[in-house]
């Protein structure tokens, strides 16, 4: 029988305090931990200035990457199924955004970009040019794979 209470039941799942948090509060973490690494390093080793660039360097990727993590976190409408405690494994399946299997971009750009690499340690500048412009029309193609034009009415 039929409960006939005056509150409206839904069936959706509670949504997620701070979707991407973790993942946030992961490269936030990074970010110290490479700070800090850069710092000793730097007594341990003053002579050696390529070690202390490179853990700033990634001191600072990180810390645009955990940045960029909680600004997009608080623009989620829908909490992601990886922030919900009660989510089922199927409510993760479907699309999630890849290139599709049958397409041949993916072969082509990484193609393209061997070709500017070996062309860059090489110093063929004119290859290089060949490259780029084989690049750019590959990328183009890439992006513009699905794209239909509007109807015109």
């Known amino acids: 029988m039929a409960s006939h209470s005056s509150e409206p039941t839904t069936d959706k799942p509670k ?78 399946a479907g699309d999630i955004g890849f290139f599709s299997p049958g397409s041949y971009f993916p072969f082509f750009l990484a193609a393209c970009v061997a070709l500017v690499a070996v062309a860059t340690a090489y110093l063929l500048i004119w290859l290089m040019v060949i490259g780029v412009g084989f690049l750019l029309f590959v990328v183009c193609g890439f992006i513009f794979e699905y794209h239909r034009r509007p109807a015109h009415h």
């Open 15 to 92: 949504a997620a305090k701070n979707g991407l948090y973790i993942e946030t509060w992961i490269f936030l973490g990074l970010t110290a931990f490479f700070a800090i690494a850069a710092v000793i390093y730097a007594f341990l080793a003053p002579t050696e200035p390529v070690g202390i660039v490179g853990l700033a360097l990634t001191a600072g990727l990180t810390l645009i990457i955990g940045t960029f993590l909680r600004f997009v976190s608080r623009r989620l409408e829908e909490p992601r199924p990886e922030d919900n405690d009660d989510a089922e494994v199927s409510d993760g």
